[in-house]
């Protein structure tokens, strides 16, 4: 029976399929069958290569995109295209840098720190509105791996340490993308937990570990939620790729867990023909296809290799998502556009300021209440003119705009303060790209770039004038692909000095200054990923240069030096550079030193520290645990807190940082990557106009040696395969910390400080039906001010018996956030079920819950219990139904 007839997609029956006009001319044209037996003529005879007809656009095409972003439209089908959009804060659009401007949303990791379900599902609604602006029906999102290292460099886009805590919240936004009509893509299945040789990268991890900790929260939005799409990883888990993994797609996805819906590779992450398809990879992306040919398809039907019915089903699947997407419905895909809508402001704003974590606030210096500072100078230090409000890679877009915290505090506090700001420190990774001062070949302001085929260099193929900088970004450019660059300007210094440039390429590169080459690159970059993110290190030099003379730049740089047929990198023949410059005066000027002195002559003084994106990137894992760059911020912050005894931190990055200066400094604030309207959440926090309620979704530890997965992390490599092992098993985050020394902690899981108390008391648990209990506590804002706490129920052993039998002493099962008025009380009840006792018994391969006692722990904080009521759950192991887990 062919799809059409029979299927019912997205709610609507085959009655309404049909009449529903062009958009299904693929279905009721028999364009694909599910059986061989229905299988129109044309289409038969596929194990024998007949199914396709060379460049006929047959259903082989639908199995990778068309380009970049799009899928491939079949116009004799009536099959169009849909387009993809990147990314998890927020629709970015096709152009990486630069292009339609976009609200930049909080990153995961802030909104998880809201533990806040309703603002989830809220920011899923604004970003469906937004990805709808750039002409995409998908939004690459949300990211949802877990935080298993504080050196992971994409962790900030991902939610927490706790599946249950990103299972809930990114389900929220799932619903929130798709009620509006938006596919949500979760990403990255699964266990991308690192970037360092991501595409590679051999994960060993325990069934236990793996079902336990990092599939529940993808068990959980797809339980929950319903995803349309899943991207897979690009890592290996236990030796098989991610998107050619029969144990990820069919046994668990598609089977215990019952989901139907496309699953799609991360970018350039398909590794092989038959061993995707048949493991249930739908759609390779990026287009055009490297593994899914019609000659190599063909090729494994011959074979044997893969089946008629697979081809079927993963095409099937690409339909179906165009259908939920009602692709068919409005085929053509519109041109972006920019729209600055305020109630995006606006829940940016909100999800900020109940996103930032209060984690010091000693003699109550916070909040700076206006009325408290008028009068006053306050020292602004560091990055209070940078508005740190996204990481780099996927999550990177060209905003709206961005609140720096300087611009935020004016904003509030107005003329009543006087501000002093001094920068205090080289934060840069990369030195600025040469832009200013240049002129191109045709005597404009600008860069000439020219392309040139390898062979006939003589002859550019492609000439540009006014190229804006000294750099190439070779992403959206394919006319590069195997082709030589050159950039050319004359530049004249404003100043004398020997200033310091800095460059690196994707593959070979040099640079010239009046013909004379002062840097050359005879390599390729080792990791291609990171130059593209801006994380590639570049080596330094100077060159003594005279204000007013004119001298002659070229930069020439080459493809990357590797066999076309064998390199599957999305970068693959793609050249790519940067030229870095800064005056001598700015690189060697001593900033701390003045920022003392413009500390210690004010009344408050707020330093800035964070990581820009080039710092905490995609593509890249954190260099050190210590701020950057070379100990130059956690330099400033004791200058600072020297010079002044009221010096508070507002830190922005996402993930944990070593904080040898906690003891000197009065307050700290985690700010996280909040978003556009970063400065102003900031403000809303710092000055009372909101009182933090954060809480940190995320263990914070004082050494990085005392991290659980610490010498496990990158791994080891061994004749060329990078490996790591997730040692630590089941026992990740607070799982960990709770088994040793307190003192290893800086912040536990779950903690927050407010500007009030909170008090829980009267703690009840109940069983309702057999495997149900229903448990309640009694909240109580002890404080002066309005204010919110979060409610965190935490099961678990008695510390001794958990230590027995390696079990956590206590995991997450339920959590909510009540807003209470200065000297109110409300009781909030919570439930739990049998699957929130359970763990996975590796022996019996299957869920299941002990007989025995358990706490019932309610929490402010992994670490700060209020109550704990103890039960008994039963008189015998209870074996828990795969289905029944979520």
């Known amino acids: 029976m062919c799809l059409g007839t029979n299927q019912v997609l997205a709610g609507k029956s085959s009655d309404a399929l049909e009449s529903s006009g062009s958009r299904c001319v693929a279905l009721r044209q028999g364009y694909l069958c599910t059986t061989r037996r229905d299988y129109p003529a044309k289409c038969r005879g596929a194990n024998e290569g007949e199914s396709v007809k060379s460049g006929d656009g047959g259903k082989i095409s639908l199995l990778a995109g068309k380009d970049f972003w799009e899928t491939v439209p079949v116009p004799s089908k009536g099959v169009p295209a849909i387009k993809t959009s990147d990314g998890p804060n927020g629709a970015r659009g096709e152009v990486f840098n630069g292009g339609t401007r976009a609200a930049c949303f909080p990153a995961a990791v802030c909104s998880a720190s809201t533990w806040n379900p309703s603002l989830s599902r809220r920011i899923g609604n604004a970003l469906a509105e937004e990805t709808l602006t750039k002409g995409a029906r998908v939004l690459l999102g949300p990211t949802m791996c877990n935080h298993r290292h504080p050196l992971g460099g994409r962790n900030f886009e991902s939610f927490s340490e706790d599946p249950l805590l990103t299972g809930k919240l990114a389900a929220q936004v799932v619903t929130g993308l798709q009620e509006k009509g938006v596919g949500a893509t979760i990403k990255h299945f699964a266990a991308n937990e690192q970037e360092t040789e991501r595409l590679s990268v051999n994960e060993i991890i325990s069934e236990r570990a793996l079902r336990e900790i990092y599939l529940k929260p993808f068990e959980i939005a797809i339980k929950e939620a319903n995803p349309w799409a899943v991207m897979t990883s690009y890592n290996k888990i236990n030796g098989t790729h991610a998107d050619s993994h029969p144990f990820l797609l069919q046994q668990i996805l598609r089977g215990e867990w019952g989901w139907k819906g496309l699953v799609m590779s991360d970018w350039g992450g398909t590794n092989s023909t038959t061993d995707s398809l048949n493991a249930g990879l739908d759609l390779e992306m990026p287009g055009p296809t490297r593994h899914r040919t019609e000659k190599a398809v063909v090729e494994a039907l011959r074979k044997g290799l893969v089946s008629e019915e697979t081809i079927n089903d993963r095409a099937r699947n690409v339909l179906e998502l165009i259908q939920k997407v009602a692709g068919f419905e409005t085929p053509v895909i519109p041109p972006e556009r920019s729209v600055d809508d305020p109630k995006h402001r606006q829940l940016i704003r909100e999800v900020g300021g109940q996103g930032l974590v209060l984690l010091k606030n000693e003699n109550g210096i916070l909040p700076l209440r206006k009325e408290e500072v008028k009068g006053k100078k306050i020292a602004l230090i560091g990055l209070a003119r940078e508005a740190l409000i996204h990481g780099g890679g996927s999550a990177s877009l060209h905003s709206h705009y961005r609140i720096s915290p300087w611009e935020g505090l004016h904003n509030t506090l107005g003329d009543d303060v006087e501000f002093e700001f001094a920068k205090g420190a080289h934060t840069y990774r ?80 040099s640079v010239s200054i009046n013909d004379e080459i002062v840097y050359a690159q005879n390599h390729n970059s080792a990791d291609a990923m990171a130059f593209l993110f801006g994380g590639n290190p570049e080596k330094q030099f100077t060159y003594p240069f005279q204000k007013g003379e004119s001298y002659k730049i070229l930069i020439q740089s080459s493809p990357p030096t590797t066999d076309p047929n064998k390199d599957a990198s999305i970068l693959a023949g793609l050249p790519g550079f940067r030229l870095g410059f800064m005056k001598q005066a700015e690189h060697d000027e001593d900033l701390v030193s003045t920022a003392k002195d413009v500390a210690r002559s004010c009344d408050i003084a707020i330093v800035f520290t964070g990581h820009s994106p080039v710092w905490e990137t995609e593509g890249q894992d954190q260099v050190s645990f210590n701020l950057p760059r070379e100990g130059s911020q956690d330099a400033l912050v004791e200058a600072v807190a020297s010079a002044n005894p009221k010096t508070i931190v507002v830190n922005s990055t996402g993930v944990a940082i070593a904080m040898p200066w906690l003891s000197k400094v009065s307050a700290v604030l985690q700010a996280w990557f909040p978003g556009q309207e970063a400065g102003n959440s900031i403000a809303d926090v710092l000055s009372g106009a909101v009182n933090p309620s954060g809480k940190l979704p995320i263990s914070w530890p004082k050494k990085i040696e005392d991290a659980p997965a610490y010498g496990n992390f990158p791994g080891v490599k061994k004749d060329g395969q990078l490996t790591v092992a997730y040692e630590e098993g089941v026992f990740v985050g607070y799982r960990h910390y709770d088994r040793i020394a307190r003192d290893k902690l800086q912040f536990p899981f779950g903690f927050g400080l407010s500007y009030t108390s909170f008090d829980f008391r009267d703690a009840r648990v109940s069983p309702s039906s057999p495997g149900v209990f229903d448990t309640s506590v009694t909240v109580s804002n002890t404080g002066q001010e309005a204010g919110a706490t979060v409610v965190q129920l935490y099961l678990g052993y008695s510390e001794k018996r958990a230590q027995q039998q390696h079990h956590p002493i206590k995991t997450l099962a339920a959590f909510q956030k009540v807003f209470l008025e200065a000297g109110e009380e409300a009781v909030v009840q919570l439930k739990v079920e049998a699957k929130d006792f359970a763990w996975f018994d590796e022996e019996l391969g299957a869920w299941r819950v002990d007989k025995g006692k358990y706490a019932f722990s309610f929490a402010q904080s992994s670490r700060d219990v209020d109550n704990i009521v103890m039960k008994m759950t039963g008189v015998r192991t209870l074996i828990v139904p795969q289905a029944e887990c979520w």
């Open 430 to 509: 990369l030195l600025p790209s040469l832009d200013k001062h240049c002129t191109g070949l045709d005597g404009k302001p600008g860069w000439t770039l020219e392309l040139f085929n390898s062979n006939k260099k003589d002859m550019p193929v492609k000439t540009v004038n006014g190229h804006k900088e000294a750099a190439f970004n070779p992403l959206g450019h394919d006319e590069a692909k195997w082709k030589y660059v050159e950039l050319s300007a004359t530049f004249t210094p404003s100043e004398t000095g020997s200033h310091y440039l800095s460059c690196a390429g994707i593959g070979p590169t």
